[in-house]
């Protein structure tokens, strides 16, 4: 069963500051690797999708990295603005197995940035 | 980009009643949706695969009298909440992505559901 963890749980930074928010899964079996935020109340949407074969991917000031063979990805957030706040979740595809096509979220990166 | 719309946004209704949530694949098909359910604080719950033109998939420890979901077309699956309790109150999301696996999944605007 897929387990995904992402550290830190909570992070309050001034506004400016370049973030790393990280996220690990115990099964390396996946087809790609999603980041999405969800703002309060709200549904999610996605920021950047990485395929297994990828390395990374960057939009904007978003950066993601994914090192399949560890399970791990990372998300860069470059000079971050108060409108950034949000939770940060990021959910693998499982390639096969009974959880074919399902994602497994992690408990997400809660994130402030105060002017 | 998909778009998935999901309807309504807020509902509350009584103890007993039934509630019907939609979710529409606006601009792509989709013959797999995906219902989630989500606790204050907490992260996303799959509760369901909607398949079209089939029965929906549960999750262990979903209620599939409780949940109902119909997936008639395409582009719109359903979940009907039955007999709703204040225990059911929740914030309810659906997913879709278009066929391939190299897209990602795009997600409903979610539905608040408060049981009074």
């Known amino acids: 069963k897929q387990e995904v963890t992402q550290i830190p749980a909570a992070l309050s930074v001034p506004e400016g500051e370049n973030l790393v928010l990280n996220c690990s899964f115990t099964?390396?079996?996946?087809?790609?690797l999603q980041w999405f935020r969800q703002d309060p109340g709200k549904g999610l949407t996605s920021l950047l999708l990485?395929?297994?074969?990828?390395r990374e991917q960057t939009s904007g000031r978003l950066n993601a990295s994914l090192d399949k063979s560890s399970g791990r990805s990372t998300l860069y957030i470059a000079a971050s603005q108060p409108g950034d706040s949000a939770t940060y979740l990021c959910?693998?595809?499982?390639?096969?197995?009974?959880?074919?096509?399902?994602?497994?979220f992690g408990q997400g990166t809660i994130l402030t940035v105060h002017p | 980009g998909a778009v998935v719309s999901q309807h309504p946004s807020r509902v509350i209704c009584k103890s007993g009643t039934s509630v019907k949530i939609e979710c529409r694949s606006l601009?792509?098909?989709?013959?797999?949706m995906f219902w989630y359910r989500q606790f204050p604080k907490q992260s996303l719950m799959l509760m369901a695969t909607?398949?079209?033109?089939?029965?929906?998939?549960?999750e262990q420890g979903v209620e599939k009298d409780k949940f109902l979901i119909n997936h008639a077309s395409l582009t719109l699956s359903t979940l009907t909440v039955t007999s709703a309790h204040p225990e059911d109150s929740s914030f309810y999301i659906c997913?879709?992505?278009?066929?391939?696996?190299?897209?990602?999944?795009?997600f409903g605007s979610g539905t608040r559901l408060t049981v009074v």
């Open positions: 990485i395929q297994s074969s990828q």
């Open positions: 959910a693998p595809l499982r390639a096969g197995g009974t959880s074919y096509g399902k994602l497994t």
């Open positions: 909607s398949n079209e033109g089939s029965k929906a998939t549960y």
């Open positions: 099964d390396s079996a996946i087809y790609n």
């Open positions: 601009d792509f098909q989709a013959t797999t």
């Open positions: 997913s879709a992505r278009e066929a391939g696996v190299s897209y990602g999944y795009t």
